[in-house]
């Protein structure tokens, strides 16, 4: 699964930095993924919204249901 998650997110990766943005995997962990958000993500106000909004659902409705990713500073 974690080869899975990881695929996933460097397609997901590619629309952050399209956006001056980008994400770094701090961790993987079971069915937990610890992301840091970086560039304008890092300080971006709708950050809470780019993980679980959009990062998340996605590897739920792509990968697992029972995903859940967590941002680290």
Same mark, same amino acid.
């Given at each position: 699964m974690e080869e899975k998650i990881k695929t996933k997110l460097e397609e997901l990766r590619?629309?952050?930095q399209n956006d001056g943005g980008d994400? $770094?995997?701090v961790a993987i962990e079971g069915k937990t993924v610890k992301l840091r958000l970086k560039g304008a993500c890092g300080c971006c106000p709708h950050a809470?919204?780019?993980i679980k909004d959009g990062? $998340?659902?996605i590897l739920r409705e792509d990968v697992?249901?029972?995903i859940v990713v967590e941002r680290v500073g």
């Open positions: 590619v629309l952050l994400m $770094e995997v809470t919204m780019t990062i $998340e659902r697992d249901p029972d």
